[in-house]
C-alpha cells in the first residue's frame, strides 16, 4: 500500500491477563496525572492513558510518560545549568556543551544537530499521531490515488502557517520526523520531536487538518512525489503480487482499485478528459477529512491535564461536517469469482521460487477477542516435528514457509480477511509445486478434522500472555501511530491490547474460518524466473509478467475428494517449556563486600562476587 519511508513495529499477539492497577496506586497518583481506569495496559508499562472526545467529535487518547532514566535527570540537571549560564554569560554558548539546552541554541543548525547526536538524545521524543477513517477505497473510479496525492498535498503549507516546507524544517530543527501512509480504509500521519517544543509543533501540524493551503501551484510538484513513490515499489514482488491479486476481485468491488496513484492517473488522464484534480482534491477533503471519524494520540512527559488542555486548545478547530463515514461493509465476497481458483505463473524481480496459497474469508476483526486466524496461522508456521515445513524440508522442497493475516489494510478490511501461505521453493519444490500445495492441503484437512484444540489455544495465550506481561516499550512515534489505528477498531478498553491479546476461547469461530480453507478456495500463484517464455499477459500497472490457467485437473480431481493424509503430518507436542513461574529465586549464596577467591590452583586464581 502507498506510504512514505513507513516503519511500523510488529506486535504479536498475545493473551495476557492484566489489571488496571490497585486503588492505592491510583489514590496516590497526582489529581492531574490520573488515567482512565477502563484503559487496559500491560503491568510494565508506566505511561497513563486517558480518553476524551472533543466537541467536534475527535476522539483523542493522551498518553503521559513521566517516566525518567538516568540518562535525563542528568540532562534535567545540565538544561537546568545552560539556562542559567546562558543568563550570566551569552559568549559562552558556542564553547560550552552545556549551553547546547538553550533555546537560543536552536537557531542555529549545527546546535540541533550536535543535540540529536549526542547522549542526551536519549531523553524520549513527544509524538503525535492522527487516523482519518477513510483511505483508498473513497478513490473515485475517474480519479485512482486521490486519496493517496491528498495525504502529501495537505501537507503544503496552511492558512496560519502558509509556508509549504515550514513544518518540515522545523521538525528538522528540532530533533524531529514525521511520515503519513494511506491504506485501505485509513490514512495515517504521525511526527515526533522534542518535548521543550512539541506544543509548538501540535499547532503547527493540526492546522494541516483545520485549514491546509493545498495551494493549486503545487499540484504538478506533488503528483511527481507521488509518481517516484510509485516508481520505487515498482521492483517490489510483494507490491506486484498485491496488484494482481487485486485485480482479482470482481467488477465495481474497491478492491480491484490502483491505490498507488502515478502521474498518467492524477495528470495526464485527467487532463484529457478535462477533470479538474485541484478542485476534486478540495472535495474529497472536505467530504472525507471530518473530526468526527478522526482518533488522535498524542504522548508527551507532560501531565494528562497538561496534554487535555493543549488538545482541546488546538484540535477543537478542526471541522466535522456531519456526514456519515464511507462504509463499504455491504460489497463482501470480493474474490467470489472464477478467476480466483486458478493457478498463475509470475515472473518475479527476485531470482527465487515461491509458491502463494491464499484464501479469502469473510472479514475476521470482529472476532479479534478470539483472532482465529493468529491460531491457525501459528500452526501453519511450526517449525517442529509433524508441520508442513518439517516434511518439506525431509523432501528437499522448500526453505522457508510463512503464514497468516499481515492486518494490513489490503489483508484485513471490512470486505474480506486474507489467509496466506507463502513458500520458498527449492528447484526441485518448483517442479513439484502440485506435491508441495497437496501437504499444505493434507495439513489443512488434519486440522478441520480434528477440530479447535483448546490445549493449543491456551500454550498460544500464556505464551503472548508472558510477552505482553514483560512488554518492552517501542519509540514514541511507532506506538502513537499504532495506538491511534487501533482507536479507529477496538472499543477503549482495548485500544492498547486488541491487536495483541488472546481474550476468549471460542472454538466455533476458529472452525469457521479454518473449514473454508480448503483446495476449491484456493488461489495459487507461483513465483520463479523459470516462468519466463510461459507468461504472456502483463498487468496493468506494474507490468508484472504473469500468465493464468485451469488448476491440473488430477490434482483436482484428488483434491475433490476425500483424499488420504500424510501419516507425518501432526499437531505440535505439548509444549512443557512456557514459563508459568516467574518468582525471583533466593539467593545460592551469602551477599559478600569484596569478590572471594573460588578458584586457587597452579593454572590461576578466580574470584567472584555476585552483583544482583
Known amino acids: 500500500m502507498p506510504v512514505r519511508n513507513k516503519s511500523k ?49 475527535l476522539n483523542v487518547l493522551l498518553i503521559s510518560d513521566m517516566s525518567i532514566g538516568k540518562s535525563e535527570v542528568e540532562m534535567q540537571v545540565e538544561e537546568e545549568e545552560s539556562e542559567s549560564d546562558d543568563d550570566d554569560d551569552s559568549e559562552s554558548m558556542s564553547n560550552d556543551d552545556s549551553n547546547e539546552y538553550s533555546s537560543d541554541d536552536y537557531e542555529d543548525d549545527d546546535d540541533s544537530q550536535r543535540y540529536c547526536s549526542g547522549k542526551k538524545r536519549s531523553e524520549k521524543q513527544s509524538a503525535a499521531a492522527l487516523c482519518v477513517g477513510i483511505g483508498s477505497f473513497s478513490d473515485p473510479d475517474d480519479l485512482p490515488g486521490l486519496a493517496h496525492f491528498l495525504e502529501h498535498m495537505v501537507f503544503m503549507g496552511s492558512e496560519k502557517y502558509p509556508d509549504e516546507n515550514g513544518f518540515d524544517a522545523f521538525l528538522k530543527k528540532h530533533g524531529g520526523s514525521d511520515n503519513a501512509s494511506t491504506d485501505c480504509e485509513r490514512t495515517v500521519f504521525q511526527f515526533d520531536i522534542q518535548r521543550k517544543y512539541f506544543k509548538a509543533a501540535l499547532e503547527r501540524w493540526a492546522q494541516f487538518f483545520i485549514g491546509p493551503l493545498m495551494i493549486q501551484d503545487t499540484i504538478d510538484r506533488e503528483v511527481e512525489a507521488v509518481d517516484s513513490e510509485f516508481q520505487l515499489a515498482t521492483p517490489s514482488d510483494s507490491s506486484r503480487k498485491e496488484l494482481l491479486f487485486g485485480s482479482l476481485a470482481r467488477p465495481g468491488h474497491p478492491m480491484g482499485k490502483f491505490f498507488w496513484g502515478n502521474s498518467q492517473t492524477l495528470k495526464h ?26 482518533t488522535l494520540t498524542v504522548q508527551s512527559k507532560e501531565t494528562l491535564d497538561t496534554l487535555e488542555a493543549w488538545v482541546k486548545e488546538i484540535f477543537s478547530q478542526i471541522p466535522n461536517n456531519g456526514l456519515p463515514k464511507p462504509d463499504f461493509s455491504d460489497v463482501r465476497d ?279
Open 9 to 57: 513495529t510488529a506486535a504479536r499477539d498475545s493473551g495476557q491477563k492484566v489489571d488496571h492497577g490497585s486503588e492505592e496506586e491510583e489514590d496516590s497518583k497526582p489529581n492531574n496525572n490520573r488515567g482512565d481506569p477502563d484503559i487496559v495496559k500491560s503491568p510494565s508499562d508506566p505511561k497513563e492513558y486517558r480518553y476524551i472526545k472533543l466537541g467536534n467529535g
Open 269 to 294: 488522464t485527467p487532463k484529457e478528459k478535462n477533470i479538474d484534480t485541484y478542485a476534486r482534491l478540495k472535495e474529497f477533503w472536505k467530504r472525507h477529512y471530518s473530526a468526527h471519524y478522526m
Open 334 to 612: 470480493p474474490f467470489d469469482t472464477p478467476a480466483f481458483n486458478k493457478l498463475y505463473r509470475v515472473i518475479p524481480v527476485k531470482n527465487v521460487h515461491s509458491l502463494n496459497i491464499t484464501w479469502a474469508l469473510p472479514p475476521q476483526k470482529q472476532y479479534y477477542r478470539t483472532k482465529p486466524l493468529h491460531y491457525i496461522s501459528w500452526l501453519i508456521g511450526h517449525e517442529g516435528k509433524g508441520s508442513i515445513l518439517s516434511l518439506l524440508r525431509s523432501k528437499y522442497l522448500a526453505l522457508a514457509l510463512f503464514g497468516g493475516n499481515g492486518e494490513t489494510g489490503f489483508e484485513q478490511n471490512s470486505t474480506y480477511s486474507v489467509f496466506n501461505i507463502s513458500i520458498t521453493l527449492t528447484d526441485d519444490g518448483y517442479r513439484q509445486f502440485y506435491e508441495v500445495a497437496h501437504i499444505v492441503f493434507q495439513y489443512m484437512k488434519m486440522l478441520q478434522n480434528l477440530g479447535p484444540q483448546e490445549r493449543i489455544y491456551k500454550e498460544i495465550q500464556k505464551i503472548e500472555d508472558n510477552e505482553f506481561h514483560y512488554l518492552e516499550q517501542t519509540d514514541p512515534i511507532d506506538f502513537v501511530e499504532n495506538v491511534c489505528e487501533n482507536m479507529q477498531l477496538f472499543k477503549k478498553e482495548d485500544f492498547l491490547t486488541g491487536d495483541q491479546l488472546l481474550f476468549e476461547y471460542k472454538p466455533e469461530v476458529i472452525a469457521a474460518a479454518l473449514n473454508q480453507l480448503t483446495p476449491q478456495n484456493a488461489n495459487l500463484i507461483l513465483l520463479s524466473p523459470n516462468n519466463e517464455g510461459k507468461c504472456h499477459q502483463t498487468e496493468r500497472w506494474f507490468g508484472t509478467l504473469y500468465d493464468v490457467e485451469d488448476i491440473d485437473k488430477d490434482w483436482t480431481k484428488t483434491w475433490a475428494g476425500d483424499f488420504e493424509l500424510n501419516p507425518v503430518l501432526h499437531l505440535p507436542e505439548k509444549n512443557k517449556y512456557i514459563a508459568t513461574d516467574f518468582t525471583l529465586k533466593s539467593s545460592d549464596c551469602n551477599d559478600t563486600i569484596y569478590p572471594a577467591k573460588i578458584v586457587n590452583n597452579p593454572c590461576g586464581c578466580l574470584w567472584y562476587k555476585k552483583r544482583y
